[in-house]
C-alpha cells in the first residue's frame, strides 16, 4: 500500500483513499482518520514492546492479553502519564 520512500503526507493521503474505499459511507475526514490509525500503531508498538519486556513494569508480567483489565488499565494510566511528562518536557524554550 505504501512504499518506504514517499513522504508522510503522501502515505497518509493514500492511506485515507484506501479507507475511503473500504468506508464509502463514513463521512470523517482524513485528519481523524489518521489520528485513529496513529493512536492504534502506536498501542500496536505499546502491546509488542510490553510482551517483549521492553515496558517498565513488564517484567515478570505474563502476557498483555493474560493481564486482567486492572492490570491493563494500570499499565496504560502509566503510559498515559509517560507521555505528557515528555509532551512538557519536549515544548520549546519559551525564553530563547
Same mark, same amino acid.
Request: aromatic share 12%; hydrophobic share 30%; glycine share 4%.
Given at each position: 500500500?505504501?512504499?518506504?520512500?514517499?513522504?508522510?503526507? @503522501?502515505?497518509?493521503?493514500?492511506?485515507?483513499?484506501?479507507w475511503?474505499t +473500504?468506508? !464509502? &459511507? *463514513?463521512?470523517?475526514?482524513?485528519?481523524?482518520?489518521?489520528?485513529?490509525?496513529?493512536?492504534?500503531?502506536?498501542?500496536?508498538?505499546?502491546?509488542v514492546?510490553?510482551?517483549?519486556?521492553? @515496558?517498565?513494569?513488564?517484567?515478570?508480567?505474563?502476557?498483555?492479553?493474560? +493481564?486482567? !483489565? &486492572? *492490570?491493563?488499565?494500570?499499565?496504560?494510566?502509566?503510559?498515559?502519564?509517560?507521555?505528557k511528562?515528555?509532551?512538557?518536557?519536549?515544548?520549546?524554550?519559551?525564553?530563547?
Amino acid at each position: 500500500m505504501t512504499k518506504g520512500w514517499e513522504s508522510k503526507t @503522501i502515505q497518509e493521503t493514500r492511506m485515507y483513499q484506501y479507507w475511503q474505499t +473500504l468506508e !464509502p &459511507e *463514513e463521512t470523517r475526514n482524513q485528519k481523524s482518520v489518521i489520528a485513529r490509525w496513529n493512536q492504534m500503531l502506536s498501542m500496536f508498538k505499546f502491546v509488542v514492546s510490553f510482551n517483549d519486556h521492553k @515496558i517498565a513494569g513488564s517484567t515478570g508480567q505474563p502476557n498483555w492479553f493474560r +493481564l486482567n !483489565p &486492572e *492490570e491493563r488499565n494500570e499499565h496504560l494510566q502509566a503510559k498515559a502519564q509517560k507521555e505528557k511528562n515528555f509532551k512538557k518536557v519536549s515544548r520549546p524554550c519559551q525564553l530563547c
